[in-house]
């Protein structure tokens, strides 16, 4: 029932591994910086040459940095990149304005860093993924192919598994996220206000998690409104509709809509 199976399609996923021998899928926060530490390949000290701040729009292509010679269009939905005519498909492009802390970083292929990003390592970031202005990037932190990490929003110790989307203002920490789309402002909180571990309370049975930070997991399908929260230690099944400004606390079983009405929450089958 709360095996990582259970929340998300794991195969061919460059992350699956990160799965097994998993009895519980909020376990895999508890090995989460390890797994980083052992499968992470840095590619970025060429760019930074020993500075945070990158100061000139660079393209890594093959293995190569370019610092010149290339033209970047960015009138269709993905950027485009060439250089003597041709088009560098996969090319990743690292903005001018970029920070990039350390040299334990690794870029993928076809992935967009955005001025003003801030990236602290050890963090992986997968294919044809966009890292947005003013993005905060913490460390501890997987980020799959295909996934967007929008303006003012601040990953810690967490996993977007892949076509992750979290576009705007959003704080994702100590979770675990499938195929989602977070709203506007969606803050999925990872501390108790009380000093204690988190303790998961389903169906009239206690789960001592061990972890004293634990976020959300959001299985595939999931769809949050603007402003919503979750307090820590959420856990949001398949398909799950968490609707604006509303607070998500516990166990939410697949296909659930979870809204306010009347000040009351309330859980509607769909």
């Known amino acids: 029932m709360f095996k990582p199976e259970d929340f998300f399609a794991l195969s061919e996923n460059p992350f699956e591994d990160l799965f ?3 009895d519980y899928v909020w376990d895999v926060l508890k ?31 093959n293995g190569n940095v370019f610092e010149s010679g290339f033209i970047i269009d960015t009138s269709g939905k993905k950027s485009v990149v060439k250089k003597d005519g041709k088009i560098l498909d996969g090319a990743s492009v690292i903005y001018a304005g970029s920070i990039l802390m350390d040299d334990e970083i690794s870029i993928g292929k076809g992935t967009i860093i955005e001025p003003g990003a801030l990236i602290k390592g050890q963090t992986i970031i997968g294919n044809d993924t966009e890292i947005r202005q003013g993005a905060y990037i913490r460390g501890g932190v997987l980020v799959g192919n295909d996934c967007i990490v929008g303006h003012t929003t601040e990953l810690k110790s967490c996993v977007m598994l892949g076509e992750s989307k979290a576009g705007h203002f959003a704080y994702i920490g100590d979770s675990i996220l499938g195929k989602v789309n977070l709203g506007a402002g969606t803050k999925l909180a990872n501390l108790k206000i009380v000093e204690s571990q988190v303790v998961l309370n389903i169906n009239g049975e206690k789960h001592e998690t061990g972890l004293r930070k634990f976020g959300a997991i959001l299985a595939d399908g999931v769809e949050t409104g603007c402003n919503s929260v979750t307090t820590p230690g959420t856990i949001l099944g398949r398909d799950v509709l968490l609707y604006p400004n509303t607070t998500a606390r516990g166990y939410y079983s697949p296909r659930t809509i979870v809204k306010l009405k009347q000040n009351q929450e309330l859980k509607d089958r769909r």
Do not use: A, C, M
């Open 31 to 61: 090995k989460l910086k390890e797994y980083i530490k052992g499968n992470i390949r840095p590619n970025v000290s060429d760019l930074r040459k020993g500075n945070s701040f990158i100061s000139k729009t660079l393209v890594i292509y």
């Open 20 to 22: 097994n021998n998993t």
